[in-house]
């Protein structure tokens, strides 16, 4: 266990304690630990399986069915392509396969210097500017793999200039 996970830990058993006694308590537990860290550690799958007296397998089970789930870190940024129906009608997929391409990740994956994580979205409620695209919490419209590529270097600007 690294020394980041292990600092981790208590704000995990925080949240169990918080929430363990509610019913139905495994979804909300791995909701708010998703929320405080940005995932949800390996390390807290025994913890969590004890607390709701569950084996592991069932607690990793809910977290690798649920795609909003991660067990582990995102990069510094998270970029959504909407591949809802509007979308994909004006050019998602090119859009998609071009992001893929760009960033040399798949769906949930992060890239090597860990600052872009690629997900997918149903609908971000921006039809009649597709294909679109959410980038941390700001939606972006109309997007052409040229804009998509302006985006990701702005991203990238925005890390050097951090460090």
């Known amino acids: 266990m690294t020394a980041v996970n292990e600092q981790m ?5 925080e ?8 019913p139905g308590a495994l979804l909300p537990i791995l909701h708010e630990i998703q929320n405080r860290l940005g995932y949800i ?4 799958v025994p913890l969590i399986a004890e607390a709701l007296n569950q084996s592991r397998a069932d607690i ?6 649920y795609h909003q789930f991660r067990s582990t870190a995102p990069g510094k940024h998270t970029i959504e392509v909407c591949r809802a129906e ?25 890239t090597s210097d860990q600052n872009i994580t690629l997900e997918e979205v149903y609908c971000l409620g921006n039809c009649a500017c597709s294909p679109s695209v959410r980038i941390n919490d700001e939606i972006v419209g ?16 925005q890390t050097l200039e951090v460090h």
């Open 60 to 65: 990793h089970g809910v977290i690798s069915f």
């Open 15 to 22: 949240v169990i304690s918080g929430l363990q006694h509610k």
């Open 9 to 13: 830990l208590p704000l995990v058993r």
């Open 86 to 110: 509007a979308c994909q009608s004006m050019g998602a997929r090119q859009l998609e396969a071009h992001a893929k391409a760009t960033l040399g990740v798949d769906y949930h994956g992060t």
């Open 41 to 44: 550690p390996p390390e807290s």
């Open 142 to 157: 109309r997007v052409t793999p040229e804009k998509f590529d302006q985006l990701v270097d702005e991203l990238r600007s």
